[in-house]
């Protein structure tokens, strides 16, 4: 079993909540002010470079403002932070093949560049 990577976790998600801000030609000083709780473009910044944890509550308030599927988005970063490539093969080997064909569709999205909430 692996030990949780907490730095690992703030990168990836810091890195997927920049991305789809991005896309949606937010900038982070309107994105801190659309919150209903304080945080700085500054603070931001240092989310999105994983310098700086994310409350539960601001994590929720940027993919709703977002509009990001909090459960797909949370479960990209747990995968790339935590499992390494034996313990994926050992995860795929326990699914049943309606659960790796969705797997397989998603992989495929997120490998072709797609968006999250696209998968």
């Known amino acids: 079993m692996t030990t949780f990577d907490h ?3 703030d990168a990836r998600l810091g890195e997927q909540l920049r991305l789809a801000r991005k896309k949606r030609g937010i900038t982070k000083s309107g994105l801190a002010a659309g919150l209903q709780l304080p945080l700085t473009a500054r603070q931001l910044e240092q989310i ?11 994590l929720v308030q940027i993919v709703q403002r977002l509009d990001l599927p909090l ?9 790339d932070a935590r499992l390494d490539e034996s313990e994926l093969a050992e995860a795929w080997q326990r699914l049943d093949g309606p659960a790796r064909s969705r797997l397989r569709r998603l992989v495929c999205h997120v490998a072709d560049g797609d968006a999250i909430e696209s998968a």
């Open 7 to 9: 730095q690992a976790f």
């Open 71 to 79: 459960a797909l988005l949370l479960g990209r970063v747990l995968l």
């Open 48 to 58: 999105e470079r994983g310098d700086a944890s994310l409350s539960a509550v601001h």
